[in-house]
């Protein structure tokens, strides 16, 4: 061995003179020095920092061969102590090149590469603390915590480095909590969709003292992964930890009620609802409450008898709260308000003159509270009209949004397509707002972001989204989804662009800002802008086009379902919400009337429940069970299309009819029976069945209903000569030319700004 210093230093100088070669990134000097120390008498320390010096070069096998020889050299009771040793110097290493852990900031410094390499070794070095200790809890997290700032983790780590195992261990180690849940923070923000992160956080349930902070963490995580990342079950999980931190706060209560009915836990839904409600204090909290109970009900498509009087209950709730705001013109209230309390009208009673005037009362309630919260609070952003309308140079084709949070395999996003496939792009720019939906399909990215001039996705607050649609100059801002979707319905109440539209969705919303609703001249009575707050303009013949579906292969056979070949089917597909007992009873009346007849159920809701709905209607009917099928839901839209095709007739359910379901069935050419009522909800199959030629199952009362559906069964022939219209209509009506539709809603478009210029040069 050459010896580079002077005999002279002493073995002290030689060790002091190593570790400064180590601290300085000189690894190999300091391993020829270390080697020296050892070499001129036994030196324990050296012969770690010997190891550690080999280590940081990137010699992991001779590194660990040193600290074993060493250490093999221990009687047992000196093991522990040596290997405590060589820990404490590791653990030393690894933090001296660990930087303080801060919250990042908008304008922080890029990261430099030396600290990247810096960091790297405190990972390798930890990598090797694990080995040694396994049991080091401490360490452990430091490594995950290490691993996420270099992108080296896995959610599998977790697993694999027996981190959660060691915090289940009881008697429970000690922790430090900080570093804990300052670790599961940064885990919750970069693969919220791990599930071995909800393990973790289960681990970590024992070591909370107070859970505020991490009700406060999980919470939000739970909501995103509901509503954005759709992920139920994720979601579920950390609700319910939020729950048994917690289970006394309302928010709480109400995350994980709202999870549980959209993930079919129809009873704990329903319970949660009720124990929300009761902690609900104030007026508009009640008439949410009651709303959470209302939607708990309906998804069950069974409790009809008390959905009714909770729904009286809300009427009552509005009535109060329009009487009590009279003098109070500032309150300002969450949009949520003005969603799901009014969502469930419609499929209770065909009353469109009552309900939509108390839908349009509390919609400009909450306008009018909304504006006096702007004008108070928010110093950088007046809604249209008091903001000025500004157009940059480059702003020469009319810019088109359209707002969605279904921009995806859903009925909006289905019947929508056609207007970004067929747009005309010489004179419209067409921008597609993703609401809460961060993770785009290959739907989404086919049909909207490809074909858009722009398309963005937002998962932040209504203001923050209405600023960018005011930022990219928009003329015609299109709602898509009316009050089924808070923050869509917030936004449009903040005016974010110059003239507003609401297409599709569940009818209009109510808000005086919203300036048209397209509809046609079918689909809405001739009196109704008697009763709605939006300019009604009615597209020419209907106001949907499409130029089809796809179908795939279909997974029913009559044989299989025990339904004989000359036999009559009937089916009946739909949401829960949809299920009126009263209708059920008409269906079964039909059957009755019909020899060798079935009828196939299917659609969301309480798959029991729903089955003795239609079982106690059959009994009332003189029906026999056996002439009732009930069908899982499909894998997907195209195999449910192709497995309509095994009924000769559907039957629409009232006084909310189908709208998706409805145009499915006509593109297959399969008859309809629908009953036609004065509300949107009750005319959408109405007016598709008109543009395509039909009169035939088109029903105005209860006993047109029963006639056109026993008519279709007994009648072949008649069901063939409705088949064959409904195949010509392919080529005939503008419901099958989405191309056709495209160019009917542009110069809608057109019309609408030449109105809105005309009205400001007055």
């Known amino acids: 061995m050459v010896n580079l210093y002077s005999s002279s230093l002493t073995s002290l100088q030689l060790y002091e003179h190593a570790l400064q070669c180590l601290h300085n990134g000189d690894y190999q000097q300091a391993v020829t020095l270390f080697?020296?120390?050892?070499?001129?008498?036994?030196?324990?320390?050296?012969?770690?920092?010997?190891?550690l010096a080999h280590l940081l070069q990137g010699q992991e096998e001779e590194a660990q061969m040193i600290w074993l020889m060493a250490i093999a050299e221990a009687d047992s009771e000196e093991a522990?102590?040596?290997?405590?040793?060589?820990?404490?110097?590791?653990?030393?290493?690894?933090?001296?090149?660990?930087?303080?852990?801060?919250?990042?900031?908008?304008?922080?410094?890029?990261?430099?590469?030396?600290?990247?390499?810096?960091?790297?070794?405190?990972?390798?070095?930890?990598?090797?603390i694990y080995e040694i200790a396994p049991q080091d809890v401490t360490n452990l997290l430091k490594l995950v915590q290490r691993s996420l700032r270099l992108n080296r983790f896995q959610p599998d780590d977790l697993v694999d480095l027996g981190l959660i195992e060691q915090l289940q261990t009881e008697p429970y180690p000690d922790v430090d909590t900080g570093l804990l849940f300052q670790v599961l923070k940064d885990l919750l923000q970069q693969v919220p969709l791990a599930p071995q992160v909800a393990d973790l956080t289960e681990a970590c349930l024992p070591y909370v003292q107070d859970p505020t902070p991490i009700v406060d963490l999980l919470l939000p995580v739970a909501s995103k992964l509901h509503e954005v990342r759709r992920n139920k079950g994720l979601a579920y999980r950390y609700a319910d930890m939020c729950m048994r931190?917690?289970?006394?706060?309302?928010?709480?209560?109400?995350?994980?009620?709202?999870?549980?009915?959209?993930?079919?836990?129809?009873?704990?839904?329903?319970?949660?609802?009720?124990?929300y409600y009761d902690k609900c204090n104030t007026i508009i909290e009640k008439i949410v409450g009651n709303a959470l109970l209302l939607r708990g009900l309906m998804n069950t498509g069974t409790h009809w008898q008390e959905a009714e009087a909770v729904l009286h209950r809300q009427t009552e709730l509005f009535q109060t709260l329009i009487a009590d705001d009279e003098g109070n013109v500032d309150r300002f209230f969450d949009v949520s308000v003005i969603c799901t309390p009014l969502f469930f009208y419609p499929y209770f009673e065909d009353n469109p003159r009552v309900n939509r005037t108390l839908q349009n009362q509390v919609a400009a309630l909450y306008l009018k509270g909304l504006q006096g919260y702007l004008e108070k609070h928010v110093e950088d952003y007046q809604p249209y009209p008091q903001a000025p309308l500004v157009r940059s140079p480059e702003h020469k084709k009319l810019r088109i949004g359209y707002l969605s949070r279904f921009f995806y395999?859903?009925?909006?996003?289905?019947?929508?397509?056609?207007?970004?496939?067929?747009?005309?792009?010489?004179?419209?720019?067409?921008?597609?707002?993703?609401?809460?939906?961060?993770?785009?399909?290959?739907?989404?990215?086919?049909?909207?972001?490809?074909?858009?001039?722009?398309?963005?996705?937002?998962?932040?607050?209504?203001?923050?989204?209405?600023?960018?649609?005011?930022?990219?100059?928009?003329?015609?801002?299109?709602?898509?989804?009316?009050?089924?979707?808070?923050?869509?319905?917030?936004?449009?109440?903040?005016?974010?662009?110059?003239?507003?539209?609401?297409?599709?969705?569940?009818?209009?919303?109510?808000?005086?800002?919203?300036?048209?609703?397209?509809?046609?001249p079918y689909v809405l009575p001739d009196d109704a802008q008697e009763y709605y707050a939006e300019k009604i303009w009615r597209l020419p013949d209907t106001y949907i086009g499409v130029d089809g579906f796809e179908v795939g292969v279909p997974t029913l056979r009559r044989d299989e379902l025990g339904i004989p070949d000359d036999a009559v089917v009937y089916l009946s597909g739909q949401f829960a919400y949809k299920r009126h007992p009263e209708m059920v009873q008409l269906q079964l009346q039909i059957l009755s009337q019909v020899p060798n007849s079935y009828l196939l159920i299917k659609g969301l809701g309480d798959e029991q429940s729903i089955q003795r709905l239609f079982e106690q209607a059959?009994?009332?009917?003189?029906?026999?069970?056996?002439?009732?099928?009930?069908?899982?839901?499909?894998?997907?839209?195209?195999?449910?299309?192709?497995?309509?095709?095994?009924?000769?007739?559907?039957?629409?359910?009232?006084p909310y009819n189908g709208a998706t379901t409805t145009l499915e069935t006509l593109w297959l050419g399969i008859p309809l029976v629908t009953r036609v009522g004065e509300q949107f909800p009750a005319r959408n199959s109405y007016t598709m069945m008109v543009n395509a030629g039909l009169t035939e199952g088109i029903?105005?009362?209860?006993?047109?209903?029963?006639?056109?559906?026993?008519?279709?069964?007994?009648?072949?022939?008649?069901?063939?000569?409705?088949?064959?219209?409904?195949?010509?209509?392919?080529?005939?009506?503008?419901?099958?030319?989405?191309?056709?539709f495209t160019r009917n809603v542009e110069a809608a478009y057109e019309q609408m700004w030449e109105r809105y210029q005309e009205k400001r040069e007055e």
């Not at 963005?456 to 607050?461: A, E």
């Open 35 to 51: 080697e020296q120390v050892i070499e001129a008498e036994p030196n324990r320390s050296a012969g770690w920092y010997l190891g």
């Open 409 to 520: 395999r859903h009925s909006i996003g289905w019947l929508c397509r056609w207007l970004f496939e067929h747009y005309d792009r010489d004179r419209f720019d067409v921008y597609a707002y993703f609401i809460q939906l961060t993770d785009l399909d290959d739907f989404s990215k086919q049909w909207f972001v490809s074909k858009a001039t722009r398309s963005c996705s937002f998962d932040g607050d209504n203001l923050g989204i209405a600023k960018a649609i005011r930022e990219d100059e928009i003329d015609i801002l299109v709602d898509l989804d009316s009050i089924t979707s808070y923050c869509t319905c917030g936004v449009m109440a903040l005016k974010p662009a110059p003239i507003q539209v609401t297409w599709l969705g569940l009818d209009a919303s109510g808000l005086p800002n919203i300036d048209y609703f397209l509809a046609d």
């Open 80 to 128: 522990d102590l040596w290997t405590g040793e060589l820990l404490q110097i590791l653990h030393s290493e690894a933090e001296q090149r660990e930087p303080a852990v801060s919250e990042p900031t908008e304008d922080e410094a890029p990261v430099k590469e030396q600290d990247i390499q810096q960091e790297q070794l405190a990972w390798l070095i930890r990598r090797h």
């Open 245 to 275: 931190l917690d289970g006394d706060r309302a928010d709480v209560v109400n995350q994980l009620c709202c999870i549980c009915q959209d993930d079919r836990r129809y009873t704990e839904g329903i319970e949660l609802a009720r124990r």
């Open 618 to 654: 059959a009994e009332k009917a003189g029906v026999s069970r056996d002439r009732l099928r009930f069908l899982p839901r499909d894998r997907n839209e195209e195999t449910h299309r192709a497995n309509v095709a095994i009924a000769d007739v559907v039957l629409d359910t009232y």
């Open 699 to 740: 029903a105005w009362t209860n006993e047109e209903y029963v006639e056109w559906g026993v008519r279709l069964g007994r009648d072949a022939n008649l069901r063939q000569q409705v088949t064959q219209k409904l195949w010509r209509s392919r080529q005939t009506s503008t419901l099958w030319n989405g191309k056709q």
